[in-house]
């Protein structure tokens, strides 16, 4: 079983920046694969950034550029840098893990991006 906690989210003005944090329990983090995907209201949740086990990342178009997805196996936590925030990323973000058919989820952090 896994566990995920999200953090980082919260008010930010258009251009700003934030990383968002999800930490995962247990012994088998480095064997995940990884991704965040966002749900703004009204919306479908959408993936935008992916990271394999060994490392090889991967971004919706419409993030490219501005957000870096990464882990650190040692502290067992994936990161997601956003940059130049737009008022169109306000949205709650979740970490996704997938071992095998296995998916975890976690409950999400909410980025809102306004002046």
């Known amino acids: 079983q896994v566990q995920l906690v999200e953090s980082g989210g919260g008010l930010v003005q258009p251009g700003g920046s934030l990383r968002l944090s999800c930490a995962a329990s247990g012994s088998i983090f480095s064997s995940l694969a990884l991704g965040w995907y966002r749900q703004a209201p009204g919306k479908q949740r959408e993936w935008v950034a992916g990271?394999?086990?060994?490392?090889?990342?991967n971004y919706a178009d419409s993030v490219k550029g501005r957000f870096t997805i990464s882990r650190d196996n040692a502290k067992n936590t994936v990161y997601l840098q956003i940059d130049s925030l737009k008022p169109e990323d306000t949205a709650a973000y979740s970490c996704?893990?997938?071992?095998?058919?296995?998916?975890?989820w976690g409950q999400g952090t909410q980025v809102t991006v306004s002046s």
């Open positions: 996704k893990a997938n071992l095998g058919f296995q998916v975890y």
């Open positions: 990271i394999t086990s060994g490392g090889s990342t």
